[in-house]
Structure formats: C-alpha cells, structure tokens
C-alpha cells in the first residue's frame, strides 16, 4: 500500500490561501490518478480535485473551480492543492487519495489509499 503525508492545514481568514502537500511513499508507486476529498462535519467526504499521474488531466468539483489548482511533482511523488479566495464552506478536514482509477468526476470507491487528513478553517 502506498503511504501518504499531507501537510499545509490551518486557520485563515476568509479570502485567504493555503497550500496543501500529500507526499506518497512505499512500494513502488504507480497510480493512475491522486486526488485530495474533503470531509465536514456532519457531511459525506466529497471529491474536490484530481489530477491523472501520467499527463496532467485535472478535473475538480464545481464548488472550488477557478479558486482551487490541483498539481503534482512526478519527481517528488508530491500532489499540490493551492486554494485561494477561501470561504467558509471550505472548512473541512481534507485527504489525500492515491491509487486512483480515475481522475474524472472521481468517487471515494475509486482510490485506494488514503491519507490521515489535514484540517482546514477559514474564518468568517
């Protein structure tokens, strides 16, 4: 199984930006596609972004697109979410999802490893 470390969670006022970083490690890693969902309280984890390994496709939910940019560093095994212009509603705990079988409209059944979450508060 893959491992994955996200980093780059916080507080930050509304209309303020994060980066956030997943870095996969472990056996050889070779995923077709990464993604990042999001989890609030009280609320189903939902697909914000992903990104196929191989060329670059991106795809991401209608709530962020335009404020938030998925990216990878093949050297690195890095997968990238810049957020800009963040509201309220984006406060959430936010995974890493490796293993993917797609990037397009992804689902949570098609990824299969996950990371332990990074928390994200925008303050109002």
């Known amino acids: 199984q893959v491992q994955l470390v996200e980093s780059g969670g916080g507080l930050v006022q509304a209309g303020g930006s994060l980066r956030l970083s997943c870095a996969a490690s472990g056996r050889t890693f070779s995923s077709r596609a990464m993604g990042w969902f999001r989890q609030a309280p009280g609320k189903e984890r939902e697909s914000v972004a992903a990104i196929s390994w191989s060329f670059g496709n991106t795809y991401y939910a209608d709530s962020v697109k335009g404020r938030f940019t998925i990216s990878r560093d093949k050297a690195k095994n890095t997968v990238y979410l810049q957020m800009n212009s963040l509201k309220p509603e984006d406060t959430a705990v936010y995974y890493c999802?490796?293993?993917?079988?797609?990037?397009?409209?992804?689902?949570?059944?098609?990824?299969?490893?996950w990371g332990q979450g990074t928390q994200v508060t925008v303050s109002s």
């Open positions: 999802a490796a293993e993917g079988s797609t990037w397009y409209r992804p689902t949570i059944s098609d990824f299969g490893s």
